[in-house]
Each structure stands twice: as C-alpha cells, then as structure tokens.
C-alpha cells in the first residue's frame, strides 16, 4: 500500500499539504495518511554485499532489511548513521508486491550525532587549475591535489561495463573556468546524491589522468579522496600563479519556462519541413504529469511536454519521477515535432543536461521501475546510436508490439533483448527496420567528448523530423483503415461500365452493385503498412487467421510452388508479412431505381464489408516460433484431465462424443482427473499415419451423434469430413518430437500384407478439430498425434459404424472416425514428394488418386463424369439470383446464417479459364451459403476445384455446382497488379480470329471476321426499370396494379445473320452493339433512342413490307428510317466480331446434313459446304479499315493454305 507518513503534522497541516497536490492532477487522489514511525540507518549498501558492486543508490535498513530510499537533500556524513525520519512516503511497485522504495520528505533527525569534519585543509582553485589539465606537462604521479570551487554541472550516472561513475564540474568562484572530476570508486557514488548545483565544496585526493580515446584530461577522484563542504575559513589557499583567466563562457543559459513557450512560438513559425534543425538548449521546471514509457524513459511535464531520459542511460531507476514530482532540468535540448506522429515537444536529457528533483510527489500515483537489465529500447538507442526522431519512432513501434502480443507470449520473454544469438521477437521485428532507416549506423557515440567537450557535441543537437518509413498497427486498426480506404472515393457507377448500365433494369442493377471488392497493398498504406499476426485457426469457422490483442484477421496462404499450406506447426508463431494483399469485399444493399440515379448515395441502404489477407507463405517472417504444440498439449495434459477423460472414452466412446459438445466443467470429471493421473501419467503418445485422398466442404452437417435420450432437438453440426488411407500400423512414441522418417512406409513395402495395413475410414471434424480444416489437403501424408497415450488401439476403438443412411448405403462403405479435440494433427509430405524407396509403398496407393481433368475435357460433350476435379483460373466473379433447382436443403432453415453478408437466395458464378486469356471458359455456380468459408475466390487467382458437380443447362451448355463433397484449394493469388477489367476485355482477351465453321463447342468466347448478310430483326423499346413493361411517355404502362415507376430504361435488341465463306450464323446483339451493328455513332444512337421515348417501343423484321408491320403506324418516321437503314447496302459490311456460344448446338440437331449454300465475295460468287447455322452473342463489333481487311484476308488465306 503507499502511504505517507508525517509525525509532526496537524490534521489541517496534512490537508493543506495534500490540497495542494491535486491542483497539478485533479483525478488522482493524494498519498493516504499513515501514523507510522520509521528509524533506520542511511547506507549506500557498501556493508550489505562485498560481491555486489555499489549501484549509486541509496538504502534504509534495519537489523530486519533493507529497502531503497530517495532523498532530495542528502549529507554525505549521514552515511551509516541512525535516523529518524519524520516525514516520507512509501512507494509500493507496480507489478510485483515486493519491495518498492521510500521518498524521504524531510531531513531525517539524526538519533546519535554525526562525527566533526576535520579542519584546515589546503585547497587549489578551478581557476589556477585548469591551466593543469590544458598542459600536455605530464604530472608526477604521485602527486595529489584538493581543489574547491562551486558545483557547475553534474553529470548522470553512467555504467559502462559493469563499472559506474559520474563527473562533476567544478567552477571558480570568481570566474566562469571549470574542471571535469571524474568519480569512480563505489564508495564515492553516494556524493552524487549529496551534490548540489551552486554549492561550493572541496574535493581532496585528486589525480590528473587522461582519456585513453578523446585525450581529454580530468581531475580522477582517489580512494582517498574526499567531498567536504567548502568552508573559507578552513581552506588556504595553495599558491599557484592565478593571472590566467579564462575566456570560455558556457554557451547554455538558463531559460525560464516562459523562455520557453516563446520560443516554441517561433519555432513553430520558423520550421521548415524536410531540412535539418538544430534544437535549442534550454532549462525548464516543470511537473511530471504522467509515465508515457518508463522502459524507454519517456515522461510527461505539464501535459504539453516529453521529457526524454533516454540518453542518460541509467534513468536513476526513476525513483521519484511519478505523476505529482517536479524536476528542474538544465540544458536540455528543445525538439519540435522529431517524429510526425508524437504529439508533444521534446526535451531531450543528454549526458551533459541535469535532471533535478525538485520534490517528491504527494499523490498516490505508482512507481513502475524500469527492467534492470535487458532493456531493449536503450539497448537499440546505443547500439545504433538513434536520433530522437528514430527513438521516438522505435518506441512507438515497440509500445505497440507489447500490446499486441504480450498477451499471447508474456511481455519480458516478448521484449527480452538481446544476445545476438538469440534475438527476441521484437528485437527480430525492428531491428532490419532501424537498419534500413539508420544504414550506416552513425559513428558511436563519444560519451566523454560529449560530457567533456568545450564545444558540445551530442546526438541531440541536430535533427530531421522523421516521417515514419512504416507502421504496425493493430489488427483492428488495419481492419479500420482498410474499410475505410475502401469505401473513400468509392461510387456505385464505379462497378458497372455506363454502356451496360443504362440498359438494366432496377433488380439487375442493384444486383451488380451487390458485391465487390478491392485489393490493398502494405503500399496502399502510407506509411508502409507491415502486417503481424500470430497465426491462429478458427475453431469456429474453420479459416486461418492472424491474431492479436485487439483483433483476428482471417487470412489465405498459399505456396509459391502452388502446393497447398500445410505447416501445422506454425499455429502460435508470430508471423511479420510485408508482401501480402489486403483484401476487403464489399456488401452494398441498395435500391437504385436506374443507372440514372447512380450518382445519388440515398439510395445505398446498408453497407457492409469483411476484411482479410492473403500472402505467400514464403513472404512471412517468422518473429517467434510456435512452441511445440504437441509437448504443449502433452503439459496440459498431464496437469488437467486428459488421460482420464481418454480412459473415458475407451470405456465409453458414447459419452465422449456427447463431452465434445459439453464445454462446462464436469465435477465427476474432475475426480478422474487425480485418479488418472497416478496411473496413466504417461508421456508417450501415440501416432497414425494416413493419406488423404478426398476432402469435402465444410458446412453445416446432418450429424446425429448418439445423445442420450433427453429429447433434445438434433442440430446441424458445423463439420468437414475427408476420406483417408491409413498407412501403416498405429505406433507408440516414447518423445513425440521424433519424427522424420516414416517407418510406416518401409514398414508396408516390406510386409506388404495389404490387408492388414490398408484401410480406408471417414474422418469426421467437428467442434474444436475444425481447426484442422485450413491444413488438410488431398495427397497429403499426414499424422494423428494422441498425447499422453499408449493404447495402440485408440483409432479403431473410436470408429463407429456410419450413422447417417446415405453413407450407408454406399458400397464401399469405410468406417467414420470423429477426430478427438485433443488429437494433434502434423503434416509429413506430399504423395509426389516420396522418395525412391518409399515408391515401393506407393503401389499400395495406387488406384486411390483422383482423376483431376483439365476444363476443355470436363466441357466435352464426350465427358462422363459426374463429379469433377480440375484447376483454372478465375476470370471474372459475379453475383447472380440462385438457380432455383440448385438450392441445397441445407439452407433452407438457415437464411439468416450469421457471417454471410450475401443473401442466401444469391448464388455466385465464378467464370474459370485455363490460362490467363484462354477462350475456353468453365462457369462454377457456389450458392451463398457455402461461400462463408471460402476465401480468396478472386479473379486472376489460381484454384483448384475439387468434386464439383458436372451439369448440363437447358441449352446444352455445360457448368459445374459446388456440393457439400466439394472443395476449393488456392493454388497462386491474383497477381498484385490486375489489368483492370476494361483493358482485359480489350486487348488482353482478344482472342484470335476463328471460322464459323471451326467453332467448337466449349469455345466461350472467340473473335471472327465475318460480313454482315442482313438485319433479321430489330427493336428498340423503353421499359419500366422496376417492372419491365414497357414505359411510354414518362409512365409504367402495366395496367393492373399500377406501377409507381417513374424510370424508364432504353433497350435495344437486333438479330442479325453473319458469314464468313466457311458458315453463317445468328448473331444476337443487345443494347450498345445494335448500334455498332448498325453503323450508328453515339449522338445519333441516342437522338433515335430518343425518338423512341414517347412511342414506347419500335421494332421492324426483315422482309416485311411497309406497312404490314403490327405496332407501328406505315408512316412512323422512326420506323421508316430503321427500315431504310437495315436496308441499305451500306449496313452489309465487313466486320469484326467479338462473340461468346449463346446456345450450343443441341445434341438432337448434332448431325445435320451439310447444306450447299451461295456466297459472294466481291465480284466472285461460289458455293460452299455448311453446317447448320450457330447462334452466337454479341460481345463487341469493330468495323475493319481497308487497309486492316485486305491484311486480316491474306493472313486468312494463308492459315486456310496451310490447313489444307
Ligand atoms: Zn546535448
Ligand atoms: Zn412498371
């Protein structure tokens, strides 16, 4: 408890006392009032410890301990006597309850009295002296001098290889000459709390020496010497020839704090950002108002200034310095905003500036002690010999590296410097970052040149204001940072090209704007944004996710080799990432009655976002290891009730399965515990290794455990299964770090009983073993690790006959497995990573891989499969309304499923190509609810698709649906730099040019140069952009119910035939292309879509006679016109044409008889062999320049030639 105590005080007297304090900091309360009696000796533990050398500090002690005190005012013949103290404050610390210190307030009472000074003593003066240390006259050495002269400086406390001194300056009375002394013996480190500026003392038994390095020469305090107080009547004077008076004033003048605001004033004025500054030397008085880093030595004065003690070195152990005391500080250097980020001024303590403690603080405010050794921010601050503007940077970054990540790794193993061996995370973490900023590490600082130079020197004296290089804020802060970046300059019109939007309707357009996302690099951050992050799994949700204090983000690895991430023993290690992409989807609910509208944000209802990173495993840094996981779980075993609660299980696998779902504690369970541990306290453990050869979806689950019969309703169960191979036998583990080989392996080969040794079995996760969901992939080796267990029977006496009917019923039906909480999971290798003799075993697993195909097979019409596995490329993602046959009955009762922000009856169609800029196009429908756990389904990146169900559409197209068998693997994220999407529809896919009657039927999307035969039909219509009636004259025209809308949207349609001497087809254009089809610039397009707007819609077919139209009236001008234009020779042309399959051609209609058909090509007219005529879309019309024709036609002619 602290506490002060005040023996000779009134009640009132301690009142005023304590009302005072609380003017400087209203919301902290004042020390309580003790009525206790303290008596002891001052020592300065000289007595206490012969090993030990003497710290500086001094002590109270008594025949029962001893404990540190501070005092304001010390006598140096105090030192072992007996006092009695009738004023002081107990300070407790902070973190420990163990000792702290006593801030002595008043004089002690000497209780027996101190012994008398000797008398007369002969005395040198500064100023006759001086000359002394000038000459390079080597003195005799034996010869010793008393000098006397007035205290002008004292330095701090400095320890240098376990060696502590100081130097004091002692200044003539009658000038402003000085002398540096040197003091190193221990017993003399108590006069350092004994000096006071302005007082006059005499020092005896002085030597001159030298500086082995700066050559400076200094007076060099004896064991023998001594500090007396300077007495006039007791000194005479040494004579010595005095005329020499020194012309050296010192340079720093004593400022008062107004001095100071002044100044800041014109600072503040004067600066110039970007050039070097040179801070003022100033003096300064303040109140210490609150501990910003007592590591780093950073304190608060008068709320407005930083006080730095950093470069002092030993911060005196910043006793006294608490919220309340008031330090006096001379010469310290003023700098004005070091950093960009630090909000106050800083007053930067050198070793030549003094800290004085004016008086102690009567608040009761704790005294956090700084770590004695082993300090990483100091230890850094001399090694590279930091500005203040770096410092400061240093310290902000380790300030935050603490509170993220004490938490999960304590804070003093966190921090610990700092043997260069061994270094500790945070050291591992800053120091490359110190290093690229200070590269090559400023000459070392020159502590004596910088105590002793005439003309001072410090690191403190120049500086640049510092913008920070790079930052690592917490994860939530990022997650903030990121949505917002997101979100700023974001608009609706953004995501859709204005050419599409101005023809959709309102449902379509809202749809479009539902999802999308943006990808953010550590550059889109300024400064640099560095990512750390402890890695952790989700139980809960199955995805990888880097964690700190504040926050979790989840987060996608992948290799660079495109195998999967497997490393399940980096879970717990702190990971730095600084090449990674920081994703953030977006979620946009709103109601934009037309494209129009766009611009107007009322119409945005909700938004929402979800945020996380993918990287390359390669790109992680490693700060600090996992510790291993299974030793982990093998001391937790032992110490709470594992083996009991496994020896549990074996009798009773029924009741284990329903613990699983039981987190609350279980007194019985307990009980077992302590019996479980004398019996079974083993150390072994046993392992299994198996191959995975299928791995499915994870989603929610119709598990139905056996329960017992409380009529609880079954729930669904969030789970994944995978089918596995066992290989080899259970085995025992004395050391479950032995690893390595895999004797199962060799073991198979030889024996080579299969029967024995290979068996199949379903391993359902669930619960806390859905951690293991990001680890598992196909073809991997892996093994279960059971801790604290040597039953080698443990696999097979959990398996249970399959409970749900469906994998019953399968024939090769393998047993169900659920993986146990406490089983540990450890990737070994890969199937194709099996060395030579290890192939041997391989024919055991021959026949157990998947067929993977490639995207043109599974396209096929001759593909038979039903479920498929192939990898591709993601070429666009968009969102569509679900496919109403599509819906799993899973999520018929779970539309408002927590963490999916997309709409259940939304489904996504994922558009995978084989390479990058391939024609060949597979479509991937994933319904919403499945989309939850599946990230980075981004385009540009790399996937492989595992068991996704092979369907084919109406219209004999082929796609594919993701079912609860399925499963995604990221092979290789989006390059970080994506073509924007209107440069990938132009140049990057424009797919070579092709003939109609090449077309094959997965061909998606080709390029053809054709000729335009005729236009077959042609409307132009405005529809309601709510309803899709048509909209006349500025109204909905649905009669019935009427319709509100008061948007119309212009659309257009036009089917027209194309040729191209090898066949023709139907070509279907829609809004914008009719245009182009057309031959219509954009003011002309949109004069006669205007035309359009009070006739509701036109539309004309080829052959038809003026007037036998239906709609129209024969003398519609509109009409008119588009059928002299469709007429019109000038409109059959030569064109390019962008185009995608509409519809396949249908099986039935497959082997049409070939047709003899006419074509004209200039003057020449001929006859050739065609198939049936194909429908094609229209993706994009160019009209085709001479020169480009007559070109793009002998490139024809030559493909054609060499075809033949
Ligand atoms: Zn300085
Ligand atoms: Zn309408």
């Known amino acids: 408890m602290p506490c002060c105590s005040h023996l000779t005080w009134s009640t009132n007297e301690f009142k005023e006392w304590a009302h005072q304090a609380q003017g400087v900091l209203p919301m902290q309360s004042t020390l309580p009032r003790a009525y206790l009696i303290l008596v002891g000796y001052l020592t300065d533990g000289r007595q206490e410890d012969k090993e030990k050398s003497v710290d500086g500090c001094l002590y109270l002690k008594d025949s ?56 007369s003593i002969p005395v040198t003066y500064p100023a006759p002296a001086e000359p002394l240390l000038s000459s390079r006259i080597p003195c005799k050495k034996k010869s010793k001098l008393t000098v006397a002269g007035e205290l002008a400086r004292l330095g701090p406390r400095l320890s240098i290889c376990q060696k502590t001194f100081f130097f004091l300056f002692l200044k003539c009375f009658t000038s402003a000459v000085w002398v540096p002394v040197l003091v190193q013996k221990p017993n003399q480190m108590a006069w350092h709390h004994s000096l006071r500026l302005g007082h006059r003392y005499t020092i005896t038994g002085l030597s001159i020496s030298s500086l082995k390095k700066s050559g400076h020469r200094i007076f060099v305090a004896s064991a023998s010497s001594c500090l007396l107080p300077y007495c006039a009547e007791q000194a005479r004077e040494l004579p010595l020839d005095s005329t020499w008076q020194g012309e050296y004033t010192q340079s720093s003048s004593l400022e008062t704090a107004e001095q100071l605001s002044n100044s800041l004033e014109l600072g503040v004025e004067g600066e110039r950002p970007g050039s070097t500054k040179e801070s003022k030397i100033i003096s300064y008085e303040g109140t210490v108002t609150k ?81 004695s050794s082993g300090n990483l921010y100091l230890q850094l601050l001399f090694r590279y010999n930091l500005g203040m503007p770096v410092y400061l940077w240093l310290v902000s970054l380790l300030e935050t590296f603490e509170e993220r990540f004490s938490c999960f790794f304590g804070r003093r193993r966190l921090l610990l410097s700092s043997t260069h061996q061994n270094p500790g995370a945070a050291e591992k973490f800053v120091v490359p970052l110190l290093q690229a900023v200070v590269p090559d590490r400023e000459k070392a600082r020159d502590i004596y040149n910088e105590i002793l130079a ?51 309707g309102s449902q379509e357009l809202n749809r479009r704007l539902t999802w999308s996302y943006c990808t953010l690099s550590a550059e889109s951050f300024q400064p640099r944004l560095i990512l750390l992050g402890v890695l952790r799994v989700s139980s809960r949700s199955g995805s990888l996710q880097l964690q700190d204090k504040s926050s979790a983000l989840p987060c996608v690895i992948s290799h660079k080799d495109g195998s999967p991430f497997a490393h399940t023993a980096l879970i717990g290690s702190l990971l730095q990432v ?69 020896k549990d299980e074996l009798e009773t696998p029924k009741a284990k399965m329903m613990k699983l779902e039981d987190p609350k504690p279980d007194a019985r369970r307990d009980e077992n515990c302590q019996k479980g541990q004398s019996t079974a306290g083993t150390t072994s453990c046993v392992s299994h290794l198996f191959l995975v050869t299928q791995k499915e979806a994870l989603m929610l689950r119709n598990y139905q455990l056996p329960r017992e019969e409380d009529g609880e309703g079954q729930d669904l169960q969030q789970s994944f299964q995978a089918t596995v191979l066992w290989l080899g036998r259970p085995r025992l583990w004395s050391h479950p770090t032995e690893t390595g080989s895999l004797p199962e392996l060799e073991e198979t080969s030889c024996d080579g009983e299969e029967g024995t040794t290979r068996q199949e079995a379903l391993l359902i996760f669930m619960g806390k073993s859905l951690r293991w969901f990001p680890f598992l992939h196909l073809d991997g080796l892996y093994r279960f690790i059971v801790p ?16 749900p009917a469906k994998i019953l019923s399968r024939s090769s039906c393998p047993l169900c497995l659920p993986v146990q909480d406490t089983w540990h999971l450890q990737h070994e290798t890969w199937i194709s990573c099996l060395s030579e003799h290890q192939l041997a075993a391989r024919s055991v697993l021959r026949g157990m891989n998947q067929r993977i195909s490639s995207i043109p097979e599974v396209l096929s019409n001759s593909f038979t499969g039903s479920l498929v596995s192939f990898s591709g490329e993601i070429v666009e993602r968009t969102l569509c309304a679900s496919l109403k046959n599509e819906k799993p009955s899973v999520t018929l009762g779970l539309q408002k499923q927590k ?28 319904a919403a609810t499945y989309l939850q756990h599946l990230w980075g389904l981004l385009p540009g990146a790399k996937i492989f698709f595992q068991n996704l169900e092979r369907k084919i559409s109406r219209f004999h197209n082929v796609y594919c649906t993701y079912i609860a068998s399925s499963c995604v693997t990221i092979l290789s994220l989006p390059p970080s730099h994506l073509p924007s999407p209107s440069s990938l529809a132009g140049e990057t896919s424009s797919p070579s040019l092709v003939f109609i009657s090449n077309l094959q039927p997965h061909l998606s999307q080709a390029r053809v140069l054709c000729h335009l035969s005729c236009v077959l039909t042609l409307s132009l219509q405005w529809v309601c952009s709510l309803c899709s009636s048509i909209f006349k004259e500025g109204r909905c025209t649905r009669p019935s119910p009427p319709c509100p809308s008061h948007t119309g949207v212009r659309q257009a349609s036009a089917r027209v035939l194309v040729e191209d001497g090898t066949g023709e087809a139907f070509v279907l254009c829609r809004n914008q292309h009719v245009a182009a089809m057309l031959g219509l610039n954009l003011l002309e397009w949109e004069a006669l879509q205007n035309c359009v707007q009070n006739r509701g819609r036109v539309s004309i077919q080829h052959g038809e006679a003026t007037g036998t139209g239906c709609v129209e009236e024969p003398e519609d001008f509109v009409a008119c016109y588009l059928r002299s234009l469709c007429r019109s020779p000038l409109i059959c042309r030569p064109i390019l044409l962008d185009f995608s399959l509409d519809r396949k051609p249908s099986k039935i209609l497959q082997p049409a008889p070939l047709q003899l058909r006419n074509f004209r090509c200039g003057e020449v007219e001929f006859v050739s062999q065609v198939g049936p005529r194909l429908s094609l879309l229209c993706l994009n019309v160019e009209e085709v320049e001479q020169g480009a024709l007559s070109y793009l036609n002998s490139e024809r002619i030559k493909r054609t030639s060499s075809h033949c």
């Open 454 to 504: 005439k003309m001072h020197q410090c690191p403190l004296q120049k500086y640049l204001t510092l913008n920070p290089p790079c930052q690592a804020p917490s994860l939530s802060a990022v997650c903030r940072v990121a949505e917002q970046k997101s979100w700023e300059g974001f608009s609706p019109s953004q995501l859709l090209s204005p050419l599409e939007a101005q023809h959709m």
């Open 578 to 646: 600084e090449n990674y992409q920081l994703v953030v989807e977006r979620f946009l609910q709103t109601d934009f009655p037309s494209w129009k509208q766009l611009a107007n944000l009322e119409h945005v209802r909700e938004k929402k976002n979800s945020v996380y990173v993918q990287f390359y495993f390669e790109d992680a840094q490693i700060l600090r290891a996992a510790e291993g996981q299974i030793q982990k779980a093998l001391r937790s075993g032992s110490r709470s009730s594992f083996s009991s609660r496994k």
């Open 64 to 119: 029962t301990g001893i404990i540190p005190c501070e005092l304001l005012h010390f006598e140096l013949e105090w030192l072992e006597s007996l006092f009695l103290f009738p004023s002081w404050s107990y300070i407790p610390q902070t973190e420990q309850s163990t000792a702290g210190y006593v801030e002595i307030l008043v004089d002690p009472v000497p209780v027996n009295l101190p012994e008398e000074v000797p008398d």
């Open 291 to 371: 501990v910003l880093n007592v590591q780093a030595g950073l304190f608060l004065l008068d709320n407005k200034v930083c006080l730095c003690l950093a470069y002092q070195q030993l911060l005196n152990s910043a006793r006294g310095l608490r919220p309340g005391a008031c330090v006096e500080l001379i010469d310290v250097h003023l700098l004005q905003k070091p950093l960009i980020s630090f909000p106050f001024i800083v007053l930067g303590a050198c070793l030549s500036s003094m800290v004085v403690l004016k008086s102690f603080s009567r608040l009761s405010t704790p005294y956090q002690p700084p770590a």
């Open 788 to 803: 604290c267990c040597s039953d080698l029977e443990v696999f097979d006496k959990l398996c249970f006959p399959p409970v």
């Open 899 to 926: 963490g999916s922000p997309l709409a259940s009856d939304h489904s996504v169609k994922l558009s995978v190509s084989v390479a990058p800029g391939s024609p060949v196009v597979m479509d991937i429908y994933i």
